[in-house]
């Protein structure tokens, strides 16, 4: 059973709706003749898959607060460290609150849900007819919103206030987030178009990297960052950290990827599963590779920095198809993604967008690469359609971050004051320093 060929829907809400009765997940008979487990197993197992890829994708708030306050300097550390828990929290808040509804209630090829709460299962409920728990559904769910948020975090730090930032974060995860996911996911325009996005390249990293664009671009890049037609390197704090912060992503794909093939019940998913598994792992292998070699042909030295975002990139360019490719393709796949950070970064600099963590080549650049890329490996696919998608996904992302920025700039401002981007953050808008020892001067 393959129940994510191109669409993932809010399964568990639309079959509550009526909106699905048949097929992969719920004709649990017919599969169970197939496959001599019940449909108590197979829901067990549904569910368990939803679980475990959904604390191994929340695990990665940990691994983008550790890349993060790696990659920030030692004044800027405590404030990145709450930005990204306070963010998760007001993710999984707004998306029970809003989000879910408005991304998979009654999208029924529009362009948006509906508003409301979303409800869970009762005590001891043991409705069959889902095929899975719908608390643990509405938590997988959950933790890709948190995910797109992370992503705008490190573009915009250290010199961003907490609050802008936070209210952004609340019509982020709320709103834009879930509106872009229902046209897809939601079973909205575009997934009756016939665009394909498994796991997220575009829905979640793309969205993410649209929305740190505009964020970046009003805000402006750090001070003496770009001066006199230089630009001046500022060295994050830790590179051990930041290199833990990358494995832990990285561990975290697993469920992010995996978890998104949403069953578990049958011998064939399992397998898929495993082959989701090992092409995530190959893709960011072909993406650090490449980045190793293409650094040290380039500029004869290879930064650790960037061989960092290469093994990211080549993460985020699989994601929008992780199962179907062979082996040798999801090596192309993560090698090109590699190969865009390497060309990137400079291009950013170029044009004096300050992207301190290096999210946009990351999750916006490698994020429409690998939605593009997509029908290279899966024929029920066209790269027109697909090209559709991205373009949609990027035109509405960025007017509606453009929108919500410029009026958090026009009413209470969003970048602090040159006088306290000087002194850190840490102690400017917070007041609790990382390393009180060593971040003075």
């Known amino acids: ?212 664009l505009a964020g970046a671009i009003l805000l402006g890049a750090r001070a003496g960052k770009y001066e006199d037609g230089k630009i001046n390197p500022m060295p994050g704090s830790s590179i051990p950290l930041a290199t833990l912060g990358t494995f832990i992503l990285w561990l975290g794909w697993f469920g992010f990827n995996g978890a998104s093939q949403l069953a578990m019940g049958t011998i064939s998913d399992v397998t898929d599963i495993s082959r989701i598994f090992a092409n995530t792992n190959i893709a960011a292998a072909a993406g650090v590779v490449t980045t190793v070699i293409l650094l040290q042909i380039l500029y004869k030295k290879v930064d650790v920095t960037m061989v960092l975002n290469g093994a990211l990139a080549g993460l985020v360019s699989i994601t929008a198809e992780p199962l179907a490719p062979a082996v040798w393709q999801a090596i192309l ?44 490996s899966n024929a029920d696919t066209s790269y027109g359609v697909q090209l559709v998608g991205v373009i949609a996904y990027g035109v509405f992302t960025l007017v509606c971050a453009f929108i919500v920025w410029f009026i958090l700039k026009a009413i209470m401002g969003i970048r602090c004051t040159p006088e306290e981007e000087s002194m850190g953050l840490d102690k400017a808008e917070i007041g609790v320093e990382a390393y009180p020892e060593f971040s003075r001067g």
């Open 333 to 376: 796949i993560g090698a090109v993604g590699g190969a865009i950070v390497v060309f990137t970064v400079p291009l950013l600099d170029k044009l004096k967008i300050d992207d301190v963590v290096g999210a946009i080549p990351v999750h916006l650049f490698a994020g429409i690469w690998g939605t593009l890329i997509v029908p290279f």
């Open 1 to 212: 059973m393959n129940m994510t060929k191109g669409i993932r829907y809010g399964l568990a809400g639309l079959a509550a709706a009526g909106a699905l009765t048949a097929g992969p997940a719920f004709g649990q008979e017919a599969e169970a003749a197939s496959t001599g487990a019940s449909p108590e197993v197979q829901y067990i197992f549904n569910t368990l898959l939803f679980l475990i890829g959904g604390f191994l994708v929340m695990w990665m708030a940990a691994g983008f607060a550790m890349l993060e306050a790696g990659l920030v300097r030692s004044k800027n550390v405590s404030m990145q460290s709450l930005k990204n828990i306070a963010l998760y929290s007001i993710a999984g808040i707004m998306y029970w609150l809003v989000g879910y509804n408005l991304m998979y209630s009654g999208v029924d090829g529009g362009f948006i849900g509906s508003l409301g709460t979303y409800a869970f299962d009762p005590v001891g409920g043991d409705a069959l007819d889902t095929g899975y728990s719908t608390a643990s559904d509405w938590f997988f769910q959950m933790v890709f919103v948190a995910t797109a948020a992370s992503i705008v975090s490190g573009t915009v730090a250290e010199r961003m206030k907490l609050w802008p930032f936070l209210i952004f974060v609340v019509v982020l995860t709320g709103f834009i987030y879930p509106i872009a996911g229902s046209w897809q996911w939601g079973g909205g325009w575009l997934s009756e178009m016939g665009f394909s996005d498994f796991a997220g390249s575009t829905l979640v990293h793309s969205v993410g990297g649209w929305a740190a």
